[in-house]
């Protein structure tokens, strides 16, 4: 088969991006294609947990994020119901021993210095502003490489050993190869915008409303990220709508509408709907990963973290696989499993939550448990930290800790 590159990824945001950067370490050549130019807006809650935080230290990003503004966030505050708890990362409430605090950037300066960065590295083409189009496949139906249209409307054919999927929740490599389901009952979508930053510090805050939820949380100096999450029913008709449907909803959230100016000059941009799932994630010749391979309503902040670490699973495996000369889905088997083993109980989790969440009786009492115990909200963010692992709940420690009254 005639190549043109080892990996053809489409899509270059943190799980594409990532992936071409950990796989020219290795050695491999990689096409990293994206239908946008960068730097771009993209609606996101600008939040990177504490487990980021290591991923982009292997790749030697960390220092150029904190050199553009990021934000260390050292603690989460919840509101909603007439009930307030805030929680800090790295609490020995726990039991355990982690960062203490994660990192809150704009969603342009995070993609923009990490597709740079790849870039950079030798063995990445960079292809912006290219768009992919249908999959390339053999006889037996093995994917090859794909379609892509230039900046100039030409269409063109990329071959590669693999092609990655990492285009977002509503990816077309994923609907390509059969693998893009909707999850209608957790259909959501989320309004995003900057406003001034006002009296926060080093602290994100969740206000919980019907429906839906706020989060505020600071990107800068000047300036916190402002996104409010609802139901599909509860969105206005049209774009001219959302300033007054946002500054409407902004006098639900007790004491938010006082502290939040929105600012005319500032867009507001709507994504959704934001609930899709893969009913795999390898086959012969192709892989998904980030978004692309399963998105859930990010109340915990963990999207970022899936696509990094995802990423990550993922570059080993094709590297064994390409070693081997091999391009079936079997030899890709490492990351499927290693997928689970790490995502599995945190995406029960964030199901779990959605489930409460439209539940308002059930969102009462979990805010009512954390505001008296909350240490139950430490452990919640050490789960979803990764400071935590799973079977440590079976042990007495982390609950004395976290029952502990206020």
């Not at 600008?46 to 904190?66: Q, S, T, V, Y």
């Not at 409010?228 to 509408?257: K, Y």
């Not at 890709?332 to 995502?343: K, N, P, Q």
């Not at 909350?374 to 963010?381: A, F, N, S, T």
């Amino acid at each position: 088969m005639r190549r043109d590159q080892d990996v053809l990824i489409v899509g270059a945001g943190p799980a594409g991006a990532h992936l071409a950067l950990r796989l020219a370490r290795a050695g491999w050549s990689v096409a990293l294609l994206d239908k946008r130019r960068f730097p771009r807006p993209k609606p996101c809650g600008e939040f990177l947990g504490p487990d980021c935080l290591p991923l982009l230290e292997e790749l030697g990003l960390a220092d150029a994020l904190r050199a553009h503004g990021a934000r260390r966030i050292r603690s989460m505050q919840l509101h909603g119901f007439g009930r307030e708890s805030r929680g800090c990362y790295g609490s020995s409430a726990c039991g355990t021993r982690a960062l203490d605090h994660g990192y809150s950037i704009r969603r342009e300066v995070l993609d923009e210095l990490t597709v740079r960065a790849a870039e950079r590295a030798s063995g990445v083409q960079l292809l912006e502003g290219h768009a992919a189009g249908a999959l390339l496949r053999e006889s037996d139906g093995r994917v090859v490489g794909a379609t892509v249209r230039d900046p100039a409307g030409e269409m063109h054919e990329l071959r590669a050993a693999f092609t990655i999927g990492a285009d977002g929740i509503h990816s077309a490599i994923a609907r390509q190869l059969g693998a893009w389901r909707r999850v209608p009952w957790l259909e959501r979508f989320a309004l995003t915008t900057h406003v001034p930053r006002g009296d926060l510090t080093d602290h994100s805050e969740l206000f919980f409303v019907e429906d839906g939820y706020f989060v505020l949380s600071p990107v800068d100096g000047e300036q916190a990220s402002l996104n409010l999450v609802v139901g599909r029913g509860a969105l206005p008709g049209g774009r001219r709508e959302l300033a007054g449907f946002l500054a409407e909803r902004l006098h639900e959230a007790p004491g938010l509408a006082q502290r939040v100016q929105l600012d005319p000059d500032e867009p507001i941009r709507a994504c959704g709907p934001l609930a899709a799932r893969s009913t795999a994630q390898t086959f012969d010749g192709a892989a998904l990963v980030g978004d692309a391979a399963g998105f859930v309503d990010p109340v915990t902040g963990e999207g970022t973290y899936f696509a990094m670490r995802g990423a990550a699973l993922l570059a080993v495996a094709l590297d064994r696989a390409l070693h081997a000369r091999r391009t079936d889905a079997e030899s890709l088997r490492s990351y499927a499993r290693a997928r689970r083993t790490e995502f599995a109980h945190r995406r029960a989790l964030g199901f779990a939550i959605q489930h409460a969440l439209r539940r308002p009786r059930v969102t009462r009492a979990v805010l009512g448990l954390l505001a008296a115990r909350p240490g139950c909200l430490e452990l919640l963010m050490a789960i979803t930290g990764n400071a935590l692992p799973p079977r440590a709940l079976l042990r007495p420690a982390p609950w004395l800790g976290a029952l502990r009254p206020t």
